[in-house]
C-alpha cells in the first residue's frame, strides 16, 4: 500500500474522557471516528461508515484531512486525500464498526502504537463525551457499546500492536491473540 502513516498515533472514540484529554499529549496524527473530527484540534484523518457522518465531513470538515469512506461513498467525493478501504487493498477482518475498520486501516498502515482516547466503554463507563453531545453527534448505539468492544478486543487479537488507553494511563500490548474480551 502506497500511504504510510506514523508508528505511532491517535485514535479518537466519543467516551467522556474525551472531554478532559489532555492534547498537547498528543502527537500529530490523530484519526477520529465519526463527528469526532469536528472536535479535536488538528484532526489528521477521519473515518466513517455512515451516510449521514460522511455528508456532515462534506459540509464541514477542511479538505486536508485525510478521509476514510467505504466505496459506497465515494459520488460525494470532494477530497483531495480520500481512501476508500475497498479499493486501497486494505483487508479488513472486522467491518463490523468504524472503530474496528479504523484500528485494522491504521495498523495495515503502519501505525505500532495506538493512542485510544475517549474509549472509555472498553472498561465499562458509558455515555458520551459532553462534547459530542453538544454536537449532536451521539450514536444509534444502545448497548453502552458492548458489541463493538468485543469487536474491537477481536481485531487486537488479529494484530500486533502497542494500545495505550489514554483514559487508564495504562500500556498493554496486543500480540499472538494475548487479549480476552
Avoid at 39 to 53: E, G, H, V
Avoid at 55 to 76: G, M, Q, R, S, T
Avoid at 133 to 162: A, F, M, P
Wanted: net charge negative; hydrophobic share 40%; glycine share 6%.
Amino acid at each position: 500500500m502506497e500511504l504510510q502513516i506514523p508508528e505511532e498515533v491517535w485514535l479518537i472514540g466519543k467516551g467522556p474522557s474525551l472531554d478532559t484529554y489532555d492534547w498537547s499529549k498528543a502527537g500529530w496524527f490523530r484519526a477520529c471516528i465519526n463527528e469526532t473530527a469536528f472536535l479535536i484540534p488538528n484532526c489528521t484523518m477521519a473515518f466513517c461508515l455512515d451516510y449521514r457522518i460522511h455528508d456532515k465531513f462534506i459540509a464541514a470538515l477542511p479538505e486536508n484531512v485525510l478521509v476514510v469512506v467505504k466505496k459506497a461513498h465515494l459520488h460525494y467525493h470532494r477530497y483531495p486525500y480520500m481512501l476508500t478501504y475497498e479499493t486501497q487493498g486494505v483487508d479488513i477482518v472486522q467491518a463490523y464498526a468504524t472503530a474496528t475498520v479504523a484500528i485494522e486501516i491504521l495498523a495495515q498502515l503502519g501505525a505500532k502504537t495506538i493512542h485510544f482516547v475517549g474509549f472509555d466503554s472498553i472498561d465499562n463507563i458509558g455515555g458520551y463525551a459532553q462534547s459530542v453531545i453538544g454536537i449532536r453527534g451521539e450514536g444509534t448505539n444502545k448497548h453502552e457499546y458492548q458489541d463493538i468492544n468485543k469487536r474491537i478486543y477481536q481485531v487486537l487479537k488479529t494484530i500486533d500492536i502497542n494500545c495505550i488507553w489514554e483514559h487508564r494511563n495504562e500500556t498493554n500490548s496486543i500480540i499472538n491473540n494475548s487479549v480476552s474480551a
